[in-house]
């Protein structure tokens, strides 16, 4: 439970120190502000679990393997290369701090994901005896369990269900999900996971195979000039995702100082329970010589959508199927994708060509508003481009310029200049095409359902010039919509988005973080006579918090956050949170304890907390109104085998007498949830 609080700090940027070798929570603060960023953060705080659960050999550690973690900057991972080749082997994870420009909360992430190995790279022959010898395997099961009841399970007469067939939840309200993973020296991978999520039938009416979902997947890495052989569910990413993107991290443009000029890292496993982004078939990545690789990849797979008579009018990416109508849109479409990389790699100069083929068995036609005027339609969907990295000095320049099949342009270009070792700046450019037309590229720096209809400037900055216990970082990222956008009747709005924030560690057992954001969207506005417009509505983010350990087995956090959200010289929504925690780890129970209190003015001005979670459980809550939450969880290892986990939360509202609207509308003011967690490793 401690580590998997970590490594969502890891993920958000920056913000962990220890205390010895204790791991604890020096200060984090998510950057999110919607739901959809809810969505999104599970799959990314998974896959970083995963790599600190399987870490790398410090001595033997290679640039490709570094690349991986999100926090690392190109300039970093350099450092930390030569400094293993000239001073090493290291013999403690404390001689990290040795490496030019290392600063203590870096290392501090950097530790959790790496161990202290031989200096030699001994590779055991593929084996039978070796691979059944020398591999890690683990099993759990989780299980949440809802002390409440929502609408969509409460009983209905049959006349009730067949007039709204929708009202009805199917399955049971609880969630269960079954994991297995196999790793043998990360070179041979694979793995099977099933999910039901809560309300969704098990063996019964429409499910009758059990499990909702099952992902299994195989992965071959690093085998002679084989780099990648993916085989079932899997994820791809080429260049900058202009073309092609389900698995990079793209953890947000805080982390853009840092990793933006970073490519996609090709294929990697898809073992989440994510039911979407991800690629089903086989993808190979062929070493040719010292510099070049070539990848090819084929997926064939089933979406949900609603369609109409044989017109896609929308896909439906939450893998919720509980009703009636959600069965309905269940495998509804087919998706079959080709794609092939070429890249070469030099060393100041890097080139790749990429290309990728889409193709629907039904045609893809919202229906036509103002809006999506210009989204993706058709059933066939080809893109190419070409990205690029050039180094000189102490400047960067990168980017990809990508094609559709009608000819539209999608292109983001790059500027880093790093004048010292602890200082950083990043200049992005990006210029998408309102008809650039794509159905598997995103990018970190968008801010669209599809990649098209935007024009942005991005200025992003990383300090630790003052000294490694004072960390200064920021950007200011401008940008505009050609066309209309939802709730938006207006051409070319404006938007900004303005991020600045301050760590402080004057102590190893001690440290500040304090942290500013600002979001504006140009929205439509109705005046109180029904007039119209559309006008500028931002929301001011400042938050600040304190983590002190007074011993190593001990972390005690306390922190306030403060929103304002609203239009510009019109009436403002506000809301304010104050929370604190406390975390005790005495092997072989570690243990946690958390409050937050809220109060806001609207749904505008809600505000988000992170609070510990099982492993591999990403848990972030949302609050609006008035009220408090509770949690509590505990973890007992039983040795270094089995792992017992159970999580409590309580959130009580003072304002309201229902929570929730709809099928998910719960009677009362009380909602309290229990998640139990078994986790078998041999």
């Known amino acids: ?23 604890v929570l020096r200060g984090w603060e998510p950057d999110v502000t919607s739901d959809d960023d809810l969505i999104s953060w599970q799959e990314k705080y998974e896959d970083l679990t995963y790599l600190a659960e399987h870490p790398f050999n410090i001595n033997t550690i290679t640039k490709e393997q570094l690349e991986q973690l999100p926090f690392l900057s190109d300039a970093m991972i350099e450092n930390i290369l030569y400094y293993v080749y000239k001073y090493g082997p290291l013999l403690t994870k404390n001689e990290l701090l040795g490496v030019e420009g290392m600063d203590r909360q870096t290392r501090y992430f950097l530790q959790e994901f790496i161990y202290i190995g031989p200096s030699i790279n001994k590779q055991d022959k593929l084996l039978i005896n070796n691979i059944l010898r020398y591999n890690k395997q683990e099993l759990f099961t989780r ?25 009805k939840y199917y399955g049971s309200s609880v969630y269960n999900n079954l994991r297995y993973n196999f790793n043998y020296r990360n070179q041979i991978l694979f793995g099977l996971t099933a999910e039901k999520d809560a309300g969704e039938p098990f063996f019964s009416k429409f499910n009758k195979k059990g499990y909702d979902y099952y992902d299994g ?10 780099k990648a052989l993916a085989l079932g569910n899997y994820k791809a990413s080429f260049g900058y995702g202009l073309v092609v993107n389900t698995g990079m991290f793209s953890f947000g443009k805080l982390l853009g100082t840092s990793v933006g000029t970073r490519f996609g890292k090709g294929f990697s496993k898809h073992s989440s329970t994510s039911e979407n982004d991800y690629l089903q078939g086989a993808g190979i990545t062929y070493r040719i010589g010292k510099r070049w690789e070539i990848s090819a990849y084929s997926s064939f797979r089933k979406l949900d959508a609603r369609v109409d008579n044989t017109f896609i009018r929308s896909f439906k990416k939450d893998g919720l199927h509980r009703t009636k109508g959600d069965y309905e849109k269940k495998n509804t479409v087919s998706n079959a994708l080709i794609g092939s990389d070429l890249f070469y790699r030099g060393k100041q100069f890097q080139i790749g060509l990429t290309a990728v083929y889409n193709r629907l068995n039904k045609v893809l036609n919202p229906e036509v508003k103002p809006y999506n005027e210009y989204y993706p339609r058709g059933n066939e969907f080809f893109n190419g481009s070409i990205y690029y990295k050039y180094h000189f000095r102490k400047f960067t320049f990168s980017g990809e310029t990508a094609l559709d099949k009608g ?66 970082s920021g950007y200011v990222d401008i940008f505009k919509f050609f066309h209309y956008k939802y709730q938006v009747d207006k051409k070319n709005s404006m938007c900004s988005d303005v991020l600045f924030q301050t760590s402080y560690s004057p102590l190893d057992k ?25 006008l500028t509505n931002g929301r001011n983010r400042i938050s600040g918090q304190v983590v002190y350990s007074p011993f190593e087995q001990c972390m005690l956090k306390t922190g306030v956050e ?19 925690m406390a975390k005790f780890d005495i092997n072989p129970i570690k243990l946690f304890v958390s409050g937050a209190w809220f109060k806001t003015d609207s749904y505008d001005s809600r505000i988000y907390m992170y609070e510990p979670g099982l492993l591999y459980s990403f848990s972030m809550q949302s609050f ?27 959130t009580h509202y003072t304002d309201r007498d229902k929570i929730g609207t709809g099928t998910e509308e719960i009677q009362g003011n009380n909602k309290a949830d229990i998640q139990l967690q078994l986790r078998v490793i041999w």
């Open 143 to 167: 299980v949440d369990i809802p002390l409440y009841q929502k609408s969509g399970y409460a009983a209905h007469d049959a006349e009730t269900i067949e007039k709204y067939p929708n009202r």
């Open 217 to 226: 997947y195989v992965l071959l890495k690093d085998i002679g000039r084989l």
């Open 624 to 650: 609006y109104g008035r009220g408090s939450r509770t949690a509590a969880g505990i973890q007992y290892n039983i040795k270094r085998y089995v792992s017992f986990q159970a999580k409590w939360g309580w």
């Open 510 to 534: 001690l440290s500040v973080l304090i942290k500013y954001g600002y979001k504006s969207r140009d929205k439509n506005y109705t005046s109180a006579d029904k007039s119209k417009y559309v």
């Open 407 to 472: 000819g539209r342009v999608a292109t983001l270009n790059m500027l880093s200049y790093s004048p010292t070792v602890y200082t950083s700046f990043l200049f992005i450019n990006r210029y998408f095409d309102k008809r650039y037309e794509s159905l598997s590229a995103s990018s970190s720096f968008s801010d669209n359902t599809y990649l098209q209809n935007e024009l942005g400037w991005y200025l992003g900055m990383n300090t630790n010039m003052l000294g490694s216990k004072l960390k200064l």
């Open 1 to 23: 439970m401690l580590k998997s609080l970590l490594i969502f700090c890891v993920s958000i940027a920056y913000f962990i120190t220890t205390a010895g070798a204790q791991v």
């Open 562 to 580: 403060y929103v304002r959200s609203g239009f510009v010289r019109r009436q403002t929504s506000e809301g304010i949170l104050l929370n604190g």
